[in-house]
Nanobody, 126 residues
Framework: QVRLVESGGGLVPAGGSLRLSCAASGRTIGNHPVGWFRQAPGKERVLVAT????????YYADSAKGRFTISRDNAKDTVTLQMNNLQPVDTAVYYC???????????????????WGQGTQVTVSS
């Protein structure tokens, strides 16, 4: 059974950076799309970024474009989200997710991801 564990969250001032990591165990993530989502208090979980199996195709929410970078290392079964110029609006719990039912393509919608991590808190102070 595959398991995802996020790390790297924390408290940073506005303008700061964080690097989130998502490590998979139990099976390889190599053929499947992976996404990063976030959920702020009282709001729905939304997609931040996703990429296909080899990382050559990526998608970013408008809020993440130009500031965040998603990447993956299939040999290590890890996915990272580099976040720069963080702002208070980026404060949320960040989740990584894996769609084991899709191969080679990309997945944009939360219900289509079947494996989720426990989340890591990102707090940006003003």
């Amino acid at each position: 059974q595959v398991r995802l564990v996020e790390s790297g969250g924390g408290l940073v001032p506005a303008g700061g950076s964080l690097r989130l990591s998502c490590a998979a165990s139990g099976r390889t993530i190599g053929n499947h799309p992976v996404g990063w989502f976030r959920q702020a208090p009282g709001k729905e979980r939304v997609l931040v970024a996703t990429l296909n199996w080899n990382g050559e195709s990526t998608y970013y929410a408008d809020s993440a474009k130009g500031r965040f970078t998603i990447s993956r290392d299939n040999a290590k079964d890890t996915v990272t989200l580099q976040m720069n110029n963080l702002q208070p609006v980026d404060t949320a719990v960040y989740y990584c997710a894996l769609d084991t039912r899709t191969e080679w393509g990309m997945t944009y919608y939360a219900p289509e991801y079947d494996v989720w991590g426990q989340g890591t808190q990102v707090t940006v102070s003003s």
